[in-house]
């Protein structure tokens, strides 16, 4: 079964200082990974993908991610955060070779601190 | 941002009452979800739909039905609620993951069972 795993309830980073934040996934084909973002009382939006092609991927708002197979690991970086980038964050996977079922992880608060 | 309404925004009800929630769409995509969102848990698929009558169930369908008699509608059922599925719920929408990769989701209904 695919799963998700996101090691970290809550990460701190002052402002302008680069962010990561973790993910690892567990499917038994090929993975389709995903980043969402969640602002308070708001549904969650798309902000990367990564299905195939280069390791790292860029998305919105400055943020990309780093696939590693070996390591079956997603990490969301930022080189400079923002106070506008705390949210909540979730990290998601696909397996491609089974049905259309995205399965989310647990989710990751990101305080950035003036 | 995607057409997606969810109705209603806010419910209270009493254990044992039925409750129905409603997910509408107005980009004609044919993947439906809906997902639920609790502390500590993220975001849990409870059920979606691949088509017009064609459902199937996610990680927590238990106490849980769906149905979807048009492309547009969505409809979650609590036959009789319980206060574990005091949650907020999330209907989602994509036009296939192998196509874009990417869930639009709606704004929430947050339901409380007393």
């Known amino acids: 079964a695919q799963s998700v795993a996101q090691p970290e309830d809550q990460v701190n980073v002052a402002e302008g200082n680069p962010l990561t934040v973790k993910c690892t996934y567990s499917?038994?084909?090929?993975?389709?990974l995903f980043w969402y973002v969640q602002y308070p009382n708001r549904g969650l939006q798309f902000l990367l993908k990564?299905?195939?092609?280069?390791?790292l991927v860029k998305g919105s708002y400055g943020f990309e991610a780093e696939f590693n197979k070996s390591q079956t690991s997603f990490h969301l970086k930022k080189p400079s955060a923002l106070v506008s980038d705390s949210a909540l964050y979730f990290c998601?996977?696909?397996?491609?070779?089974?049905?259309?079922?995205?399965?989310f992880g647990k989710g990751t608060r990101l305080h950035i601190l003036p | 941002d995607a057409g997606i309404t969810q109705s209603p925004r806010h419910k209270v009800t009493e254990t044992g009452t039925p409750v129905t929630l409603r997910c509408h769409q107005t980009?004609?995509?044919?993947?439906m979800y809906w997902y639920r969102q609790d502390p500590g848990h993220g975001l849990r698929l409870i059920h979606y739909?691949?088509?017009?009558?064609?459902?199937d169930k996610g990680e927590v369908s238990d106490g849980y039905s769906v149905s979807r008699s048009k492309t547009e509608d969505f409809l979650l059922t609590l036959e009789s609620a319980t206060s574990s599925q005091t949650s907020v719920y999330f209907c989602?929408?994509?036009?296939?993951?192998?196509?874009?990769?990417?869930?639009?989701f709606g704004e929430g209904s947050r339901l409380t069972v007393l």
């Open positions: 739909s691949y088509g017009v009558k064609d459902t």
């Open positions: 980009e004609n995509h044919r993947y």
């Open positions: 499917v038994s084909g090929n993975p389709y």
């Open positions: 998601a996977v696909w397996d491609m070779n089974r049905d259309d079922k995205i399965i």
């Open positions: 989602a929408i994509s036009e296939g993951l192998a196509n874009t990769g990417e869930l639009f």
């Open positions: 990564y299905i195939t092609g280069d390791n």
